[in-house]
């Protein structure tokens, strides 16, 4: 595996995990002058006059030499490269299948934003600079059958397939008295902070009136970003176990609003056996499982009703539960077959 080591990532556990691991040094190249100035000014008067990145303007020149370096002294099948931003990649390795995971659509993100009354963050482009980076690849991953109908339509001759994010499953046994607890779990995106803010000011005053002790744990680092919690609401910050906590609630939430890709969050609360309660945006590409696995609500008097009716309802919730397992291992399985069955075909084909 080679990595781009920007000094987030736990070296030591990925080295462990392959048979080769080499790395590279890497720092988000910084905005140009013209850039800074349209951000502000867009901000300021709240206006999109924002300036798009360029498919490359994240990559850097001294990659190349370390590419080329290893291309020629090991001989590789397939290369695989995570996001589109780092499609050159590729060019380094013209005898391979060429993989792009892209996680998210980016062409027009920041409209996205916009719309929501946010301002737009780290990477955004054209649907035609897109174009470019999915151009280099062979094979195009979609994590969601969305984004899979859009990438498509930009490459219509290039092979896409829809393959998911796969999750452990374990299993969450109730007790027979609830403690009435939330969590919701974020990093602290600007996507995540506008999901929480907008529960604790539309939908939390209402729970806690009709179920007075109800708590909701805040995890990860977006609570750093809340201001004043209301009562019954605690940030608990990033954790090294996510599962024990998981384990001492009784409900995840994810009120998202907006967002590409696939909301991770929700799977993993579905592998964790978590009665789930979120929005039509938070269940795209897993939508089969609504009103089944998880529940979906899109204004705040349905998010209320859904999440008191789970937290006065025991057998409600186990049975929720029981589903979400279910579901989080059909899932799993759909989700890696599509990729496996296409490289098995391309290698035995030869």
Not at 133 to 142: E, H, I, P, S, T
Not at 183 to 201: C, M, P, Q, R, V
Not at 324 to 340: G, V
């Amino acid at each position: 595996m080679f990595f781009l080591d920007s000094g987030d990532g736990d070296i030591k556990a990925m080295s462990n995990t392959w048979d080769d691991f080499w790395t590279h040094p890497y720092t988000s190249p910084r905005q140009n002058v013209d850039r800074k100035i349209r951000t502000r000014i867009s901000r300021f008067l709240k206006i999109d006059l924002y300036k798009q990145y360029r498919i490359d303007d994240w990559w850097l020149e001294d990659i190349n030499a370390k590419l080329c370096e290893l291309n020629g002294s090991n001989s590789f099948d397939v290369v695989l490269v995570e996001y589109v931003f780092f499609s050159r990649v590729f060019e380094s390795f013209p005898k391979a299948l060429k993989v792009l995971d892209t996680h998210d659509a980016f062409g027009d993100r920041h409209k996205t934003f916009l719309k929501n009354g946010s301002h737009p963050s780290w990477f955004y482009t054209t649907p035609a600079e897109e174009q470019k980076g999915l151009m280099r690849a062979d094979v195009v991953l979609a994590i969601q059958s969305r984004e899979k109908s859009y990438f498509s339509s930009l490459v219509p001759d290039k092979k896409v397939l829809v393959v998911g994010h796969a999750t452990s499953v374990s299993k969450k046994i109730y007790s027979n008295k609830p403690s009435n607890k939330l969590i919701f779990i974020g990093t602290e995106n600007d996507i995540n902070l506008h999901a929480i803010s907008y529960f604790l000011e539309n939908i939390w005053p209402s729970i806690q009136e009709n179920v007075p002790d109800t708590r909701l744990d805040i995890v990860g680092a977006v609570g750093t970003r809340i201001g004043n919690l209301p009562t019954g609401c605690f940030a608990i910050g990033e954790v090294p176990n996510v599962g024990e906590w998981y384990d001492k609630a009784d409900i995840a939430i994810n009120p998202v609003q907006f967002g590409t890709g696939l909301k991770i969050k929700n799977i993993e609360a579905l592998g964790h056996g978590m009665p789930l309660v979120t929005t039509t945006v938070g269940a795209e590409g897993i939508e089969y499982g609504s009103g089944s696995a998880f529940f979906v609500a899109d204004s705040p008097d349905q998010f209320i009703l859904q999440v008191c009716r789970l937290l006065e309802n025991r057998i409600l919730r186990e049975n929720l539960s029981k589903f979400a397992l279910n579901f989080a291992r059909e899932y799993n399985h759909n989700a890696i077959s599509p990729i496996l069955k296409y490289i098995d075909h391309e290698f035995d084909s030869e």
